[in-house]
């Protein structure tokens, strides 16, 4: 057996003993994660039903020690879907939402169909100059009121974007002993995975786990660096990606009423965080989320998302579902293009149902400037300042805003850009 695994073993094992600790566990099948998670499954199950068992969810009280739990989870190296492989039925603390906020994730579904986020088709936007004016039109009205809209014909094929569905699958689901080489929270590291990038720092945590691919242009990882298993799929969905990007923003520029290029021209694409997520099923989804609402801090996000569902963005006072649209690509405004567009563009809340049906992919594209060969400042564009529209922000680097953001975690949606307003 190898070393790897006699590590999950023995954490899976310490982390058992402390949430039941009357039970002693002998180790004797190959098939350790599962085996272990079954008896804290029938034992937490056989011991409510005998009325001995405090909910494992509850353990809030004084002999329950959160930062331990949430070391031996991260030490396990197995992620969400390694408490789902081996049977959990009940969720760890660290991931159930406080009561008060409990009503929002467990009310109906479904928002109203007629409630949609903006749909803006690309066809012949290079073709047509009055249709090419109409699309920008509509870019800078859905950036305007909801932050968020959905483009189909866009130039990327339905090979692709299943293809790098199918290549993040094909990693989170391959042998945890394997996956686990790549699971680190190092800052330093260009391609990693682990379960919840802030679940130190996070007052609850999200029912995922993720691989990351930071992918700057001209500054990419070695091939060699990224999963084998999504390597060539990564490489080639980072350009069309990078491809799609370019088009937006030069639409967003023009929706600013600046030249195409501007937003290119002051590096707003050039690095590129590729963050692919896996859902797995869950089974208390009205008890815990898929992602805690939050903003996106960088400029654009470009996010595909599979046929589950899930994701919602909170509009008018309102949760709002962003419907999987077959071959259609989300984007939304991130903080720091709210931050340069002077709050004319609105990076809007959002967040992520966890569900009984998984696992769910989604693949976000974040874009921002490559944050080490950039010190550019960012402020309000002079462009779009006048006596009546003064600047609301000051400048801030990428990296000092990114530094702030991430001091708390995703955080229910309360803004870092309050640090930066005047
Ligand atoms: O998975 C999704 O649909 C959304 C992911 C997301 O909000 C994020 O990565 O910031």
Not at 178 to 184: A, P
Not at 303 to 313: E, P, S
Request: with cysteine.
């Amino acid at each position: 057996m190898c070393f790897d695994s006699c590590l999950i073993k023995a954490r899976l094992l310490e982390w058992l003993k402390s949430l039941h600790k009357d039970i002693i566990i002998k180790i004797t099948s190959k098939n350790v994660i599962r085996s272990l998670f079954s008896v804290l499954h029938t034992t937490s199950r056989d011991m409510e039903n005998t009325h001995l068992q405090p909910d494992l969810s509850e353990q809030n009280g004084s002999n329950y020690d959160r930062e331990k739990e949430l070391i031996a989870f991260d030490e396990t190296k197995a992620g969400v879907k390694g408490l789902v492989d081996a049977g959990i039925q009940k969720l760890p603390s660290f991931f159930v939402v406080p009561e008060n906020e409990v009503s929002s994730i467990a009310s109906p579904k479904l928002s109203p169909t007629y409630v949609q986020i903006p749909f803006i088709d690309l066809k012949d936007i290079d073709e047509d100059t009055d249709r090419h004016k109409e699309i920008v039109e509509q870019i800078r009205n859905a950036s305007e009121t909801w932050g968020f809209f959905q483009v189909v014909n866009h130039g990327i094929s339905k090979e692709v974007m299943e293809g790098m569905i199918e290549g993040v699958r094909r990693f989170h689901e391959q042998p945890t002993e394997v996956k686990m080489e790549y699971y680190s929270r190092s800052q330093r590291k260009k391609v990693k995975y682990n379960s919840n990038f802030d679940l130190h720092k996070a007052k609850v945590a999200n029912w995922r786990d993720t691989l990351y691919c930071y992918m700057p242009y001209g500054d990419e990882p070695d091939p060699e660096e990224l999963p084998e298993v999504c390597r060539e799929m990564s490489v080639k969905y980072s350009e069309h990606a990078r491809g799609l990007a370019v088009t937006i923003l030069q639409l967003l520029s023009e929706a600013l009423g600046l030249e195409p290029n501007h937003l290119i021209d002051i590096d707003c694409d050039k690095g590129l965080n590729i963050v692919s997520h896996y859902y797995p099923a869950c089974p208390e989804p009205n008890r815990t989320l898929g992602a805690t609402p939050h903003k996106d801090p960088f400029f654009i996000t470009i996010l595909m998302q599979d046929h589950i569902g899930g994701l919602q963005v909170f509009h008018q006072n309102q949760w709002i579902d962003v419907r999987p649209l077959p071959g259609s690509f989300v984007v939304n405004i991130g903080d720091l293009l709210q931050l340069i567009s002077n709050d004319k563009f609105k990076s809007a809340v959002h967040r992520v149902l966890a569900s009984h049906i998984g696992p769910r992919i989604s693949v976000a594209c974040f874009f921002k400037s490559h944050l080490s060969s950039s010190d550019r400042l960012y402020g309000p564009l002079k462009e779009l300042l006048s006596d009546e529209n003064p600047p609301l922000y000051r400048e801030s680097g990428v990296m000092d805003y990114l530094i702030k953001y991430n001091t708390k975690g995703l955080d229910g949606g309360t803004t870092t850009l309050n640090h930066f307003r005047l």
